[in-house]
C-alpha cells in the first residue's frame, strides 16, 4: 500500500471517530430530565401564557446567575435546577413553551410545568390560562415526536426510559380549590377525607396510565409540603398564631395515602421504578427550628407584605428581606433556594423518613430499572 493511500485511509478512520464523537453525545450525555407539576417546579412556562400566576418580574430572580427574573418562583434556583446539577447535567431542562428548545436541546429534557396547576382540572381556574395536568402529558407525546425526528425512534425510547421524572403537584388542589374561599364547591361538595380519595386516584392515573404508558421508567413524586405553615396561611389562616390546623390536617391525609398508592403501582409493574418524597417532613425540619439551618425564621416571608410578608404577591413593592439566606420562605407560598437546596439533599441521600422506598441516588444508581 501506497504512502498516501495510507495517509487518506487514516484520514477516513480519523474522521469517522471524529464523526462518532461528534454523534455520541446525542444518545450518551447525562440522562434527561423532565418535569411536571406547579409553581414549585415551573422554570418559565407561563411566561409564554396569558396568565396572572407568573413570576417574571422583579424581585424574582435576584439571587439567579443572571439576577433576573426567569420565570421561576424563587429569589434563584428551584428544585429541578438543583436536581438537574446533582445528577450531571451541564443545564437544567428548558421550558416546553420556550422557543429555543430545539434541535440539542431537546436532548437534555424539557420542563413541562406550569404555575397554579393541580391534579384536578378545575383547580387553578382563576388562573385562566395554565397548562393542566393533562396538557402536560400531551406535550409530554407531542415531544418524543419531536426528538424522533432528530434521534429516530428508538434512540427516543431509550432516553425516555433511562431519564429522570419529577412529579410535583397537589398542594394547589387543596390552597387554590378545595380551601380557595369559604365554602367553595369542592368543600360543599366533599368532606375533606373524602376529597383526598379522587385527588390521590386521579394521580394515580395521571402516573399509572399516561407517564407510564408513555415511558417513564424513574420517576420521582413530591408530596405536598406543610401547607398550612407557608406565610400565606400562617396570614390568612393561621390558628392561634401557628400553622392553619385544616390545611395541615389536608397534608396529613394527603402524604400517606400518596405514598401508598406509589407503594401499589410498583407491586403492580414489578420494580420500584416510583419513589415518594416526604417534603412535608423535610420542610417541617427547618419549619419547626430555622436556627438549625441557618435560617433567621421560617414564619415570614423574604418578599411580601401584610403579615408574616404573607399578603398578595412579590412585587417590586412588596418588602423585600436583605440577605436570602436567613428566610426559609422567598416569597408567601414558596421557598427561597437555600431551603431548596436542603429539600433536594433530603432527596438524593435521606432515611426512609424522607424517602420511600429508597432516595434518588439510590433509584438512579439501581441497574433494576427495565424497559
Same mark, same amino acid.
Given at each position: 500500500?501506497?504512502?498516501?493511500? =495510507?495517509?487518506?485511509?487514516?484520514?477516513?478512520?480519523?474522521?469517522?471517530?471524529?464523526?462518532?464523537?461528534?454523534?455520541?453525545?446525542?444518545?450518551?450525555?447525562?440522562?434527561?430530565?423532565?418535569?411536571?407539576?406547579?409553581? /414549585?417546579?415551573?422554570?418559565?412556562?407561563?411566561?409564554?401564557?396569558?396568565?396572572? *400566576?407568573?413570576?417574571?418580574?422583579?424581585?424574582?430572580?435576584?439571587?439567579?446567575?443572571?439576577?433576573?427574573?426567569?420565570?421561576?418562583?424563587?429569589?434563584?434556583?428551584? !428544585?429541578?435546577?438543583?436536581?438537574?446539577?446533582?445528577?450531571?447535567?451541564?443545564?437544567?431542562?428548558?421550558?416546553?413553551?420556550?422557543?429555543?428548545?430545539? =434541535?440539542?436541546? /431537546?436532548?437534555?429534557?424539557?420542563?413541562?410545568?406550569?404555575?397554579?396547576?393541580? $391534579?384536578?382540572?378545575?383547580?387553578?381556574?382563576?388562573?385562566?390560562?395554565?397548562?393542566?395536568?393533562?396538557?402536560?402529558?400531551?406535550?409530554?407525546?407531542?415531544?418524543?415526536?419531536?426528538?424522533?425526528?432528530?434521534?429516530?425512534?428508538?434512540?427516543?425510547?431509550? /432516553?425516555?426510559?433511562?431519564?429522570?421524572?419529577l412529579i410535583t403537584v397537589g398542594g394547589n388542589d387543596f390552597v387554590n380549590n378545595y380551601y380557595l374561599v369559604p365554602f367553595s364547591a369542592r368543600s360543599r361538595q366533599f368532606a375533606l377525607p373524602d376529597y383526598v380519595k379522587?385527588?390521590?386516584?386521579?394521580?394515580?392515573?395521571? $402516573?399509572?396510565?399516561?407517564?407510564?404508558?408513555? =415511558?417513564?421508567?424513574?420517576?420521582?413524586?413530591?408530596?405536598?409540603?406543610?401547607?398550612?405553615?407557608?406565610?400565606?396561611?400562617?396570614?390568612?389562616?393561621?390558628?392561634?398564631? =401557628?400553622?392553619?390546623?385544616?390545611?395541615?390536617?389536608?397534608? *396529613?391525609?394527603?402524604?400517606?395515602?400518596?405514598?401508598?398508592?406509589?407503594? %401499589?403501582?410498583?407491586?403492580? !409493574?414489578?420494580?420500584? %421504578?416510583? !419513589?415518594?418524597?416526604?417534603?412535608?417532613?423535610?420542610?417541617?425540619?427547618?419549619?419547626?427550628?430555622?436556627?438549625?439551618?441557618?435560617?433567621?425564621?421560617?414564619?415570614?416571608?423574604?418578599?411580601?407584605?401584610?403579615?408574616?410578608?404573607?399578603?398578595? /404577591?412579590?412585587?417590586?413593592?412588596?418588602?423585600?428581606?436583605?440577605?436570602?439566606?436567613?428566610?426559609?420562605?422567598?416569597?408567601?407560598?414558596?421557598?427561597?433556594?437555600?431551603?431548596?437546596?436542603i429539600i433536594v439533599q433530603q432527596i438524593m441521600s435521606g432515611s426512609p423518613q424522607y424517602m420511600n422506598p429508597m432516595n434518588l441516588s439510590t433509584l438512579l444508581a439501581s441497574d433494576s430499572i427495565t424497559n
Open positions: 500500500m501506497s504512502m498516501a493511500t =495510507g495517509t487518506s485511509s487514516s484520514w477516513m478512520i480519523f474522521g469517522l471517530v471524529l464523526a462518532m464523537l461528534s454523534i455520541a453525545p446525542l444518545v450518551a450525555e447525562a440522562r434527561a430530565f423532565f418535569v411536571f407539576g406547579d409553581s /414549585l417546579v415551573d422554570s418559565g412556562n407561563n411566561n409564554y401564557l396569558a396568565t396572572t *400566576a407568573r413570576a417574571d418580574a422583579p424581585p424574582y430572580g435576584i439571587d439567579y446567575p443572571t439576577h433576573l427574573p426567569t420565570g421561576r418562583f424563587s429569589n434563584g434556583l428551584n !428544585i429541578p435546577d438543583i436536581i438537574s446539577d446533582q445528577i450531571g447535567q451541564s443545564h437544567p431542562p428548558l421550558p416546553y413553551l420556550n422557543p429555543e428548545l430545539i =434541535g440539542q436541546k /431537546l436532548l437534555v429534557g424539557a420542563n413541562f410545568a406550569s404555575a397554579g396547576i393541580g $391534579i384536578l382540572n378545575d383547580t387553578g381556574i382563576q388562573f385562566i390560562n395554565i397548562i393542566r395536568m393533562f396538557r402536560q402529558l400531551n406535550y409530554f407525546e407531542e415531544y418524543q415526536h419531536r426528538l424522533s425526528a432528530i434521534i429516530g425512534a428508538e434512540q427516543t425510547r431509550q /432516553l425516555v426510559n433511562k431519564a429522570l421524572v379522587p385527588s390521590s386516584s386521579s394521580i394515580t392515573i395521571v $402516573i399509572a396510565q399516561r407517564l407510564y404508558e408513555l =415511558g417513564a421508567r424513574q420517576v420521582l413524586v413530591t408530596g405536598t409540603g406543610p401547607m398550612g405553615c407557608v406565610p400565606a396561611e400562617l396570614a390568612m389562616r393561621g390558628t392561634n398564631g =401557628g400553622c392553619s390546623a385544616e390545611l395541615q390536617r389536608a397534608a *396529613a391525609l394527603y402524604n400517606p395515602q400518596l405514598v401508598q398508592m406509589l407503594q %401499589g403501582l410498583n407491586r403492580e !409493574i414489578g420494580q420500584d %421504578g416510583f !419513589i415518594a418524597a416526604n417534603t412535608q417532613q423535610m420542610h417541617m425540619d427547618f419549619i419547626s427550628d430555622p436556627q438549625a439551618y441557618g435560617f433567621t425564621t421560617s414564619k415570614i416571608a423574604c418578599c411580601g407584605q401584610g403579615p408574616n410578608n404573607g399578603l398578595g /404577591l412579590c412585587t417590586a413593592l412588596s418588602n423585600l428581606c436583605s440577605d436570602r439566606d436567613h428566610y426559609a420562605f422567598w416569597d408567601p407560598f414558596h421557598p427561597s433556594e437555600k431551603a431548596n437546596r
